[in-house]
């Protein structure tokens, strides 16, 4: 599966960004799709995932109440909506894709990446 990142930009603190990933619609909906982001001098970290019905999502504590991930399948594209941005939230962010069996199924074990889109927000 091919993925790519969109949305990225500058944003003053407590603003709002939303990102995209389109995969590709060769078998674009038999993934679990995550978002994950890397700050400058820092490992990178998960933030988000959402199997392939869009049924089960899961975040990671420092964004929960304040992302949302949500996929539209027709449209081959899953989206995360960023609210209420931090200072501390500035990084690349990349999307990224496994191969799902089951519909619900949620992993770790992403291996399909896309490239990054810059999100950086100022204080």
């Known amino acids: 599966v091919q993925l790519q990142a969109s949305g990225g930009g500058l944003v003053q603190a407590g603003g709002s960004l939303r990102l995209s990933c389109a995969t590709s619609?060769?078998?674009?909906?038999?993934?679990?799709v995550a978002w994950f982001r890397q700050a400058p001098g820092k490992e990178r970290e998960f933030v988000a995932a959402i199997s392939r019905s869009g049924r089960k999502t899961n975040y990671a504590p420092s964004v929960k109440e304040r992302f949302t991930i949500s996929r539209n399948n027709p449209e081959y594209r899953v989206s995360l909506q960023m609210n209420s941005l931090k200072p501390e939230d500035t990084a690349v962010y990349y999307c990224?894709?496994?191969?799902?069996?089951?519909?619900?199924?949620?992993?770790?074990?992403?291996?399909?990446w896309g490239q990054g889109t810059l999100v950086t927000v100022s204080s």
């Open positions: 619609r060769r078998n674009g909906n038999q993934w679990a």
């Open positions: 990224a894709a496994m191969y799902a069996r089951l519909p619900d199924y949620i992993g770790n074990d992403y291996n399909y």
